[in-house]
Every structure is written in structure tokens, then in C-alpha cells.
């Protein structure tokens, strides 16, 4: 199924992120500490997520990641440690649902990509994802995966 893929407007968000490297197959060690260090730090401010977690991919080299693994916040929160305060920045994103395992998040990539290309838009900064499924509850075939793309 080729997902639909849309343009939307980003407003700002504030966020509190952990940024590490790894390789793709070691994702799924490193995103849960990561995010139970966020939610610690979060937990100190009495604040909770106002949306799924997410990951920025700064770079999208599979065996050197550059991950920005986090939460999105009501309000800008001060970070601790390695816990880094940012925000999710305003701008034009190319949006689509990906439904369905993880692993096969790339023919998503390539429709949003080919999507992009027949209306003249160019990437323009970290990919993110938001996992809108707890993969512990859900089948990895229903799970749903939001993908942003920046364009500039």
C-alpha cells in the first residue's frame, strides 16, 4: 500500500532529547534507556509528554546513526545531563503514515521522497518519526509510524 503522503505547516514545540550514535541494528537497546532518561529528567519538572516519542535522524548513515531521541513538551523544560532542552522547529513538512513493521520504514522514505520530487520540494533537515504505537501491544504489522520530513 503506497501511503499518502501530505504538506503540512509546523508550528514550534519544545522538546527534551538525548542525542546518541548508533548503528541500525542496535536501535532497539539504545531508544528505551533514552527515552526513560528524558522521562526522568521530565518527571523532576512534574511535566509529561504532550505527544509520542520521537527520534530525529541527523544523519541517516545505517551503521553510524546520528539520533535525537525524545518527547515532545507543552512548555520549554530545562534539561539535565544528557538530557538536552530544543525544540521541534517551525517549517513546511512533508507527513506521512507508515503502517506496518519498522524494518520496512524505507518504501515509506521512497514514496515521501518521490512524492517530494513531483511537486519541486527539497529536504531540508532531520527526519523525524513519531511512534504512535507501543510495538509491546501492538502487531508489527498495524504498528503506525508518523515520518516528517523538513522542506525548504
Same mark, same amino acid.
Given at each position: &500500500? =503506497?501511503?499518502? %503522503? ?11 532529547? =538525548? ?19 528524558? @522521562?526522568? %529528567? ?17 544523519? @541517516?548513515? &545505517? ?5 535525537? +531521541? ?8 530545562? *534539561?539535565? $545531563?544528557?538530557?538536552? !532542552? $530544543?525544540? +521541534?522547529? !517551525?517549517?513546511?513538512? =512533508?507527513? %506521512?503514515?507508515? =503502517? ?5 520504514? $524505507?518504501?515509506?522514505? *521512497?514514496? &515521501?521522497? *518521490?512524492? @517530494? #520530487? ?6 531540508? *533537515? ?14 508489527? !504489522?498495524?504498528?503506525?509510524?508518523? #515520518? ?5
Amino acid at each position: &500500500m =503506497v501511503p499518502r %503522503c501530505e504538506l503540512v505547516d509546523l508550528v514550534a514545540r519544545p522538546t527534551l532529547a =538525548v542525542r546518541r550514535r548508533a548503528p541500525v541494528e542496535r536501535l532497539p537497546q539504545v531508544l528505551g534507556p533514552a527515552w526513560a532518561l528524558v @522521562m526522568a %529528567c521530565a518527571g523532576k519538572a512534574g511535566a509529561v509528554p504532550v505527544d509520542a516519542p520521537f527520534v530525529a535522524y541527523h544523519s @541517516m548513515d &545505517m551503521r553510524d546513526l546520528d539520533l535525537e +531521541i525524545g518527547f515532545v513538551f507543552e512548555r520549554p523544560l530545562a *534539561g539535565d $545531563g544528557d538530557v538536552l !532542552a $530544543g525544540e +521541534i522547529p !517551525a517549517g513546511e513538512a =512533508v507527513q %506521512c503514515v507508515h =503502517v506496518g513493521p519498522y524494518d520496512q520504514l $524505507g518504501a515509506t522514505y *521512497g514514496a &515521501m521522497r *518521490g512524492w @517530494m #520530487v513531483e511537486r519541486g520540494l527539497r529536504h531540508a *533537515g532531520p527526519a523525524r518519526e513519531f511512534y504512535l504505537d507501543d510495538p509491546q501491544d501492538t502487531p508489527p !504489522a498495524e504498528l503506525r509510524t508518523l #515520518v516528517l520530513l523538513p522542506v525548504g
